[in-house]
């Protein structure tokens, strides 16, 4: 609390305090309002029996888990695979798409911070910003039709006799997790970026100075430095990628279920909101425990990533 009191004073002082006043009413109205509520909302949902309007509030409308044990045991009570299954191989896309971006994002996050200048600088910037000034939705169905039977890719690989036939790239999932990648592209570049951008460039040409090749520069040098960039970029992509749902149903292939898609369908077709907040929260806590344990192993800091 002296913390945030400390902030917020250094905070008025270079800016004032209506707006500082400003700034923390509107961080508290976002935190609370349309963070904290609505998921204690959906908690208190996920502990209900699904029970018909009339019944809501009267003698049956209790607290019960059973919401939470049909996602181990189903209604048979035999071991849920399928949903469980699921949720393994949604975590699993969750992480390679994360790598992916990584191993994409840090050589042009490097570049940009320590080569590109000038107009090179400004082009790179404008390359990576502009084709998200179009709708997320958009993109997706793009990529669908550019992995699409009849698509780009298909038709350049036949015409260049790479292969006979046109390859489904949908049901194969090279569809989904190239637009995946490609989406969440900006979240890993710029924290990266901003990372990278501290190093001095003295210690690089140092390093070269003393016989080190590339590789060992970045993997002495600058990954030191890199690293809350990356584990700030690395949390967004994996917390949204396992979270998506537009793109898995635009892109995924017919056996490719993502978890949220799941919820999706016990919320609006099931029309059981209960379950369906159930496996919200799981979902939720799955993905933070998953996140909280990647940062003990790779030794980040909370702090580290809200650089």
Partial sequence: MGALQSV???FAGKHGTGTAAFIGIAVLFWVICLIVLPQIAMLDYSFRYNLPASEIGGPNDVYTLDNYVYFFRGNDGTINTLDMGILVRTLAAAVFVTIIDVLLCYPIAFILAHSATGVAARLMVIGLIVPFWVNEILRAFAFRVLFGST???????MS???WDQPIDFIRADVALYSGLTYAYILLMVFPIFNAVEALDRNQIEAARDMGASWWRVHWRVVLPVAKPGIASGSTMVFMLTAGALA???ILGGPSS???TQLIYQWFNQSA???????YAVLLLIVCISFV??????FKVSIGEIGR
Wanted: charged content about 10%.
């Fill in 8 to 10: 917020y004073r250094t």
């Fill in 151 to 157: 698509g780009l890719i298909n038709g350049v690989g």
């Fill in 160 to 162: 260049l006799g790479l």
């Fill in 247 to 249: 793109a898995p149903q």
């Fill in 257 to 259: 279920l993502w978890f």
């Fill in 272 to 278: 059981n909101w209960q379950r369906g907040s159930a």
């Fill in 292 to 297: 909280m344990m990647l940062m003990r192993v």
